[in-house]
């Protein structure tokens, strides 16, 4: 037996070694490599686009099925149902304060910045932009219904992350009206749940490639002349964006949390690598579901939060979409008054939750959005055409960051948060998995009542 301790302990570290930091270095390689196949030979750059789009794609295939299974299982193991109600009423609360929050600063900015004066338009660029009004953003009634899927089944293959909320909540409800009856079928998902996340584990080996195209892509259509004269508007809503994550949302977890937001996002920083080099935030929701749930939030909080912040959290968005509208207003010559600014900008964040989803949502739901309310300002969406994918990524990134601060907030005020895990995996103590992004071992279905997970995880509702 002697002899066996020592064969033993060295084993165990072997089997945990994390080697998928190999593949985030490999991520920034092929960033730089599609970067300089895009400058030098952008025709080529161009036709790798299909490989940052079947990548993207495989991201998506998981989102429903993760989506499903964790609030099924989030749901089914708390007892009282108005638990679940009263964290989605509060996340759709800060939803709408941080929404509001996000186009005053951007608003501010715009009027300072004025990013649009001296441009002008040609019959081509109005083109453009007539050409970038998308029928698939809907008005809030349509909107509103589209939510109901046409069957439970087509909840998960037409891609719809809201048809999938739905379905999700009502078989979460529904299991936890069967009481022990229903224990069997969460055991199942729970199941299912570790597949799906041990499949999206073996995806994300893609994204290297993925990365590359999707960057050479993008460089090799904008180019670097494309950038030149839009440069005030870029810099303008990445300095924007900047302050509202590091600034008004970092101060807001420092006040509610005590926790530093470098912190938190040097633990999340694989998936804002991840979604800088795709553009999309989509790519990382799985990922941040798995990393909250580690962190240490409740399984309710996370289910419910990350999923409904994805289609009403979109702070990057609504930054976006004010200063475009005040750029677009300034390049057309009809500069906008502060009393013309606010009724438009309101439309838009009404409009934004109307296009949830759809792919290029920015620019999709700005040129919706004034077609419907301002259609005069239309023809200077083709402006922004040429620099929109590199402005979707910082998009994408606030997006993320605001999701993630959300989930840390909400799980504080409902007290659905382990407080000294929090602080043991924000200081690398408890690592989180690469390889399964789940805690092995830990079961998410307990026997009666709801028990805390292995790893810390607290389950506060026993009261």
């Known amino acids: 037996m002697a002899a066996s301790t020592p064969d033993t302990a060295p084993a165990a570290p ?36 299909p490989l940052g789009t079947g990548f993207v794609n495989l991201i998506k295939m ?37 929404s509001l929050v996000a186009l005053a600063i951007g608003l501010v900015v715009g009027n300072v910045l004025h990013p649009g004066d001296g441009l002008h338009l040609t019959d081509a ?21 589209s939510i109901i899927p046409v069957t439970f089944v087509s909840a998960f293959t037409e891609g719809q992350v809201l048809q999938t909320l739905l379905i999700a909540l009502l078989a979460g409800f529904a299991l936890q009206a069967m009481g022990p009856a229903g224990q069997p079928v969460l055991r199942g998902i729970e199941h299912i749940q570790r597949l799906v996340f041990r499949i999206l584990a073996m995806v994300m080996w893609a994204a290297p490639i993925g990365a590359f195209g999707a960057i050479a892509a ?20 990445y300095v924007t964006c900047f302050l509202f994550v590091f600034v008004v949302l970092g101060a807001l977890l420092r006040v509610v949390t005590g926790l530093n937001v470098f912190s938190l996002f040097r633990y999340l920083g694989r998936e804002f690598l991840l979604i800088l080099s795709t553009s999309s935030s989509e790519s990382a ?9 580690h962190l240490g939030v409740s399984k309710p909080v996370v289910g419910i939060t990350v999923p409904t ?68 300002l239309v023809d200077g969406v083709g402006l922004i055409v040429g620099i929109d994918r590199f402005m979707s990524e910082a998009r994408a990134l606030t997006n993320f960051a605001g999701n993630a601060v959300a989930t840390v907030l909400i799980g504080t005020w409902t007290k659905e948060i ?31 009542l709801p028990e805390p997970r292995q790893g810390g995880e607290k389950e506060l509702a026993k009261a």
């Open 418 to 448: 382990d407080r000294d895990r929090v602080r043991q995996v924000l200081a690398g103590q408890l690592p989180f998995d690469e390889t399964t992004l789940l805690d092995e071992g830990a079961s998410a279905v307990p026997a009666d």
């Open 218 to 237: 993008v460089v090799g259509s904008a180019g670097v002349d494309a950038l030149k004269s839009l440069a005030v508007l870029m810099l303008g809503f």
């Open 309 to 376: 912040g994805y289609s009403f959290n979109l702070d990057g968005t609504m930054i976006y979409m004010t200063m475009a509208s005040l750029y677009i207003a300034d390049a057309l010559g009809t500069p906008m008054s502060v009393g013309e600014q606010i009724p438009l900008l309101l439309f838009l964040l009404l409009a934004s939750k109307g296009a949830a989803g759809v792919s290029g949502a920015g620019l999709a739901t700005l040129a919706g959005g004034l077609q419907s309310h301002k259609p005069a």
């Open 14 to 49: 072997a089997v945990k070694r994390d080697r998928t930091h190999y593949l985030y270095i490999a991520v920034i390689v092929a960033v730089a490599l599609g970067i300089a196949v895009g400058l030098i030979w952008p025709d080529a750059g161009i036709e790798l686009k």
């Open 125 to 145: 660029i109005k083109a453009t932009g007539h050409d970038q009004v998308s029928a698939d953003a809907l008005p809030p009634v349509d909107f509103v219904l």
């Open 285 to 293: 929701l799985p990922r941040l579901i798995a990393k909250m749930e």
């Open 62 to 98: 998981m989102i429903s099925p993760i989506i499903f299974c964790t609030i099924v299982l989030g749901i089914g193991s708390v007892r009282k149902a108005a638990k679940v109600g009263a964290v989605g009423g509060i996340a759709l609360g800060y939803f709408l304060v941080m």
